[in-house]
């Protein structure tokens, strides 16, 4: 019903930037809370990021001052922006939505997207 599309992962250096991009379909985007989680091989996913229907946003303590999340509604899209990038930040990043308010849990997420992959060299 809902589908995320991710882009703008790639290949970056230590202290390098990406912006992330998660376009949702649908008329209902402004009613959802919307989250940025991240994967490594062989780890638990784990909560990155997540803005309410209002707004209001709240960040993992790994990320928090590096990276921010925003969202346009004209666009129906999610951003995240990573900044002062870092190898532990190498994983592949999902965007997710929910009705009622923001969560940092994983299975409390409705929808997802396919990933988009960022690598950090150092």
């Known amino acids: 019903q809902v589908q995320l599309v991710e882009s703008g992962g790639g290949l970056v250096q230590t202290g390098g930037s990406l912006r992330l991009s998660c376009a949702a379909s649908g008329r209902t985007f402004s009613g959802y809370s919307m989250g940025w989680f991240r994967q490594a091989p062989g780890k638990e996913r784990e909560f990155v990021a997540v803005?309410?229907?209002?707004?209001?946003?709240y960040y993992s303590d790994s990320v928090k001052g590096r990276f921010t999340i925003s969202r346009d509604y004209s666009k129906n899209t999610v951003y995240l922006q990573m900044n002062s990038l870092k190898p532990e930040d190498t994983a592949a990043y999902y965007c997710?939505?929910?009705?009622?308010?923001?969560?940092?849990?994983?299975?409390?997420?409705?929808?997802w997207g396919q990933g988009t992959q960022v690598t950090v060299s150092s």
């Open positions: 803005i309410s229907q209002g707004g209001s946003t």
């Open positions: 997710a939505a929910r009705t009622g308010w923001g969560q940092i849990n994983s299975e409390k997420y409705d929808y």
